[in-house]
């Protein structure tokens, strides 16, 4: 057994170590994965074909029908597959994620042997990640995250990208209305957190460019774009798929993230399993000897 793990860390591990061995990749990984996600090559978006011409609708209709089908949950848990692209260096792994609603995200990704690789804990306030191949761990704010992202993300999108619902407590009312190859299309140049629910200062950062596709049959969302215009900026492509059915809920069992940046990053992620409103436990610690990242 012994060999074997010397073999999976050699043969397996290299592309994760390179991948935590700079602080801006870790937190790149950390937006494209939290599930913070262009299509893999071969991968294409899975769209309906709708024989029926699609009836043209306003802004508020579209808007309401959008967040009528949204998940809702109280607990969310879901084991899946990743396969993810980081320039050219391509690699394979398992994960867990589960969600207390507007409160923590936890997450664990191993690999083969079962060995865990590493975990996320997030809330509204902080970040944190230990690397258990390299023996690190970070802990931190969001502040740090988005000076190193040139974005700026907060838990409420974090936890509405894992779930392919809408940005929750953000304005409605700059979105304009279309169709564009049979789904309907809601964009926007700008939207603002509400008031009521800024934290920071940082908080109130206009989310430029964002755009939403929704099936025109169940209005989930299909596909997200974002980008701020900053010199910096990040595109964040996100596509949501295989929508099946979860306690009479419609939830996309594949989704693909992409972000456009120095080094692509590319994700496909594939759930095996989802729960929703059961009971879910978050263990984390941080080991005395790990060493600390900033």
């Known amino acids: 057994m012994k060999k074997s793990k010397q073999e999976f860390y050699k043969n397996k591990m ?12 870790l937190l790149l990984y950390l937006l494209v994965l939290i599930p913070a996600f262009i299509l893999l090559p ?19 209709y579209l808007i309401r029908k959008l967040h009528d089908n949204e998940i809702k949950f109280n607990t969310f848990a879901g084991k899946f597959t990743i396969d993810y692209a980081i320039d050219r260096n391509r690699n394979d792994f398992k994960g ?10 936890w997450i664990s990704f191993n690999q083969d042997l079962g060995i865990e690789i590493a975990r996320f804990l997030i809330s509204q306030d902080s970040v944190k990640f230990v690397d258990r191949f390299n023996k690190a761990y970070f802990s931190g704010d969001y502040q740090l995250v988005n000076n190193f992202l040139s974005a700026n993300i907060d838990f409420g999108i974090l936890q509405s990208l894992v779930l392919g619902n809408d940005f929750e407590y953000y304005e409605d009312d700059t979105f304009r209305a279309s169709i564009d190859n049979r789904k309907y299309k809601l964009s926007t140049t700008g939207r603002n957190k509400l008031k009521k629910h800024v934290r920071t200062m940082d908080d109130n950062t206009r989310l430029l460019l964002q755009t939403i596709w929704l099936d025109p049959e169940l209005f989930k969302i299909t596909e997200i774009k974002l980008k701020e215009l900053t010199r910096d900026s990040k595109k964040l492509t996100a596509l949501y798929e295989d929508f099946q059915n979860i306690d ?18 590319s994700v496909l992620m594939k759930y095996v399993k989802v729960t929703l409103d059961e009971e879910v436990s978050m263990p984390f610690s941080i080991p005395d000897t790990y060493s600390r990242i900033y």
């Open 248 to 265: 009479k809920q419609k939830f996309p069992y594949r989704v693909t993230f992409s972000v456009e940046a120095d080094k692509p990053v």
């Open 96 to 105: 867990q994620v589960r969600i207390v609603k507007d409160s923590l995200i």
């Open 14 to 25: 290299i592309p994760f170590r390179n991948l935590c061995l700079s602080f801006n990749r």
């Open 42 to 60: 071969g991968c294409k978006s899975n769209r309906s074909i709708i024989k029926a011409p699609i009836k043209e609708e306003g802004v508020e």
